[in-house]
């Protein structure tokens, strides 16, 4: 499969989680905010890495005929390296690995070869020395603003200084690099990511637990907007 554009690098951009949607009738949820969705967000769960089991592979190839945005999967498994080709052939786009994992070189190689955009993430309580020396390889780096596992959860605002530092050495070695921040984003924490540097947001609650999700992330949209 064909990868999707994924954009200009830097760009402002909304990325709804379907990890909040109604599982019943995702591929509605999805054409809903369609309009205001640059990426669409994957959080895949193994109850293991995190405390809690989300989604797989087949949910990325049936969630395909409902969107034709780029599928930013976020891999929140001990051993990604196992299913990183099922993602890659059910319709993902980008893949996201996280670093507290280990085998990073490795990870980063074998998405590569898959045709996958390369993406690394840090939990909150991840120093940024744990993945500066990989920030030259990857497509995207990833800094939770929650710890990871749940939705709903409240934006660590001292998580700020580690996205300010990931964009100064993003920009200090004109790297071609996203930046993305994920957990708690609304309306009111969004400024404050993009005012530290973060250019793609993933909200989950703030879009899809809203009466009007596509309103909501035009709301979203707007606020970031606002910050740049
Ligand atoms: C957290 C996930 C997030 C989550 C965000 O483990 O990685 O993507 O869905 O949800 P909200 O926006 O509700 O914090
Ligand atoms: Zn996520």
Known sequence: MTARDPGEVGALRVAPSILSADFGRLGACVAEVDAETDWLHVDVMDGHFVPNVSLGPPVVASLRRYSERFFDCHLMVSEPGRFLEAFARAGAD???????VGGTDAL???MRG????VGLAANPDTPFAAVE?????????????VVPGFGGQSFMGEVMD?????????????LALDLEVDGGIDPVTAPRAVAA????LVAGS?????PDPLGAAGALRAAAAAAR
């Open 94 to 100: 980008g893949c996201t690995v996280h670093v507290e």
């Open 108 to 110: 980063i190689d074998q």
């Open 114 to 117: 898959l045709g996958l955009r």
């Open 133 to 145: 020396p990989y920030l030259a390889r990857i497509d995207l780096l990833l800094v939770m603003t």
């Open 162 to 174: 580690k996205v300010a530092a990931a964009r100064a050495a993003i920009d200090a070695g004109r």
């Open 197 to 200: 540097g973060a250019n793609v």
């Open 206 to 210: 703030a879009i899809f637990s809203r």
